[in-house]
C-alpha cells in the first residue's frame, strides 16, 4: 500500500509542513489566502495551499516576460534536451507522482500512472518535435525571389486545465510550447493545485541544474478570477483551456475580445455504436471501461451506447453482468475498478442527472446512489449507474461528471450515425463492428461528426500521438501530437529578391 507522506516527502510539496510557495515566491508576503485540499479517497486534508491574488498574477506575467527574452534565443533542439531532461525526472518520479494523482484526484493508481506516461510520452514527442519545426518553400512567380515561411516563438502561453486530468493535460501544452519556445503559465483546477505544485518543483529543478529561469516554467494558483485575468490579459496571446464548455465559453469569448488565440478542449458526449456485426468480447471491456473509467471523469468518458436492435438485449444482459462484478473504493488498492468523483459537489450533480433522467423518463437498467459507511467516508463514491434513455432527453444532451451511462437503440447504421452526432458536443466516438462498409461509412464524411472517430475501441484512452480534441461544443482546439504544434507558434511568410530589378507580384507596372 501507498504511504502518502512519504509521497509528499519524495515530491518536496510541503515546505514548513504547510502552505507552500514557489521559487517564484508568489503568495509570500501578499494578501493570499490559503485553502485545504482534502483527498476524496478517505476525507483527510492533505495540505494547505495558498492562492494568488490579482498582485501576484501581474507579478507572473513580468516574471514569464523576462524569461521569454532568452528561451526564445535558445535553439530550438537546445529547448528539446531540456524536455527530454523533464521526461527523465518523469520517469525518476513516476510512482510517486502517480500515486499523488490518485490521491488528490481519486483515479485509479493504474491510471494515475498511465496519466504520468502520458506526460513522459509527450515529453518524447516534443524531443523529437524540436528538430521538426518545418515551414515550408514556395516557388515565386517573380524571378531571382525566394519564398519560405517560417515559425517563430509566440510568447506567454496561458494554461488553464481541469481535475480530471491534473497533470497529464498541462504536460501537453507544455512540453510542445517549450519546443516551440513559449514560456507557459499555468493555472491547475483549484481542486489539484498539490499535483500541480510536484509538477513544478520537477520542472524547476530540471530548469536550474540548466541555468534556466525558473520564469520558463510560471505556476499561478488561484480561482475563477486568475483565469478570467489571464483570458483578458494581451500579454498572453494563447490560452489553451481544458475544461467544462461553461468555462469554454467563457474563456473563449474573452480571448476572441481581444484576437488572441485560444485553444479549447471541452466537454464531450461520447456515444459507442454497437452494431449486430460487432464483436462482443471487445465491445464489452471497451464500454465499461469507457463509462466508468475515471469514475466517469474523462472529457473522452462513454455516455451513451448506440446498440443494434438485433443485439440489444444481448448486450444489455452481458453489460448489467459485467456492472454487478465491478468493485468500487479506495482507488490506491489495485484490486479496485471505480474510485470516488473529485467531491461532495460531483456527487450532488450525479444525483441530480439520476434524478432528471428519471423524470425525463428515462428507465433505470443498473441503479446508481451514494456509498456510505466503511471506507467511503469521504462521502464522494457512488454506484456507476445505466439507464434506457432516448437521445433527445435534455439530460442525454448534457455532459454529467459522473459514471452514467445512457443506452439507446437503432435499426440502420445511417440513424445511429445520426444518433451519435445529434448532441452539442463532439468530442470522441467509436462503432464496434466487425463490418468494413459500416465501419468505412462510421469514419467517412458522412460519418462520424467528432475530433476523434474509432473503430473497435471504446472513446476514452487515446494516445498523445494523435491531435486530440473535438468539435461543435468540445471547442474546436487540438492539443498533444500530429501538428498540434503550429498552434503555438507564430507563422512568418518571407520573400527575398536577390536581383536588381524591383518586379511587382500581379504583373502591376509601376515606373517612376
Ligand atoms: C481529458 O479527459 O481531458 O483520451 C483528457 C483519454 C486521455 C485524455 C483525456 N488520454 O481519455
Redesign the pocket.
Known amino acids: 500500500s501507498i504511504n502518502i507522506t512519504s509521497v509528499l516527502e519524495e515530491l518536496h510539496i510541503l515546505e514548513n509542513n504547510e502552505a507552500w510557495s514557489t521559487g517564484q515566491n508568489w503568495g509570500a508576503g501578499t494578501n493570499a489566502s490559503s485553502k485545504t485540499i482534502f483527498s476524496p479517497v478517505d476525507g483527510k486534508a492533505i495540505a494547505n495551499v495558498l492562492f494568488a491574488t490579482r498582485d501576484d498574477f501581474d507579478q507572473v506575467i513580468k516574471t514569464a516576460q523576462s524569461a521569454f527574452e532568452s528561451w526564445r534565443l535558445l535553439p530550438a533542439p537546445k529547448r528539446g534536451e531540456i524536455v527530454r531532461q523533464l521526461g527523465e525526472e518523469l520517469r525518476v518520479k513516476k510512482k510517486a507522482l502517480g500515486a499523488l494523482v490518485s490521491y488528490e484526484m481519486g483515479k485509479s493508481l493504474q491510471e494515475g500512472l498511465g496519466e504520468v506516461q502520458?506526460m513522459i510520452d509527450i515529453c518524447d514527442f516534443a524531443v523529437g518535435l524540436s528538430r521538426q519545426l518545418y515551414g515550408l518553400t514556395m516557388h515565386s512567380e517573380r524571378s531571382r525571389h525566394r519564398m519560405y515561411e517560417q515559425y517563430h516563438p509566440l510568447g506567454l502561453v496561458g494554461i488553464i486545465s481541469?481535475f480530471?486530468?491534473p497533470v497529464?493535460?498541462w504536460s501537453w501544452n507544455a512540453a510542445l510550447a517549450w519546443v516551440c519556445g513559449d514560456v507557459c503559465i499555468w493555472k491547475p483546477s483549484e481542486k489539484t493545485p498539490l499535483t500541480a505544485i510536484a509538477c513544478q518543483k520537477i520542472a524547476a529543478k530540471v530548469l536550474a541544474a540548466n541555468g534556466i529561469d525558473e520564469g520558463v516554467s510560471c505556476l499561478i494558483i488561484g480561482d475563477r478570477e486568475i483565469g478570467e485575468l489571464m483570458a483578458n490579459d494581451e500579454r498572453v496571446p494563447l490560452i489553451s483551456a481544458?475544461g467544462s464548455t461553461r468555462m469554454g465559453k467563457a474563456v473563449g469569448a474573452a480571448v476572441g475580445q481581444r484576437l488572441g488565440r485560444s485553444l479549447l478542449?471541452l466537454g464531450g458526449n461520447n456515444a459507442i455504436i454497437i452494431s449486430e456485426h460487432a464483436d462482443l468480447n471487445i465491445a464489452l471491456p471497451g464500454v465499461v471501461f469507457g463509462a466508468v473509467g475515471t469514475a466517469g471523469q474523462?472529457?473522452?468518458t462513454t455516455r451513451r451506447l448506440i446498440i443494434h436492435e438485433s443485439a440489444y438485449e444481448e448486450f444489455k444482459t452481458k453489460l448489467s453482468a459485467a456492472y454487478a462484478q465491478l468493485r468500487i473504493g479506495d482507488p490506491l488498492d489495485e484490486l479496485n475498478h471505480v474510485g470516488p468523483l473529485i467531491d461532495k459537489d460531483a456527487v450532488q450533480q450525479y444525483q441530480n442527472a439520476i434524478a432528471k433522467a428519471k423524470e425525463q423518463g428515462a428507465k433505470i437498467l443498473v441503479e446508481g446512489g451514494v456509498l456510505e459507511g466503511d471506507g467511503f467516508e469521504s462521502g464522494c463514491y457512488v454506484k456507476p449507474a445505466i439507464f434506457e434513455a432516448e437521445n433527445h432527453f435534455e439530460i442525454v444532451q448534457h455532459e454529467t461528471f459522473a459514471p452514467i451511462l445512457y443506452i439507446m437503440k437503432y435499426k440502420t447504421i445511417e440513424d445511429a450515425i445520426a444518433l451519435q452526432n445529434g448532441v452539442p458536443q463532439g468530442l470522441s466516438s467509436s462503432i464496434m463492428t466487425t463490418n468494413l462498409r459500416e465501419a468505412e461509412k462510421f469514419l467517412s464524411h458522412a460519418g462520424s461528426d467528432c475530433g476523434i472517430a474509432n473503430v473497435n475501441i471504446g472513446t476514452?484512452?487515446?494516445e498523445i500521438g494523435g491531435a486530440?480534441g473535438g468539435e461543435k461544443e468540445t471547442g474546436g482546439g487540438r492539443e498533444s501530437g500530429s501538428d498540434a504544434w503550429k498552434v503555438y507558434m507564430r507563422r512568418q511568410t518571407n520573400t527575398i529578391n536577390y536581383g536588381a530589378d524591383l518586379p511587382l507580384a500581379q504583373g502591376i507596372k509601376f515606373d517612376l
Request: glycine share 6%; net charge negative.
Open positions: 502520458e481541469a480530471n486530468f497529464a493535460v481544458t478542449e474523462r472529457c473522452t476514452s484512452g487515446a486530440f
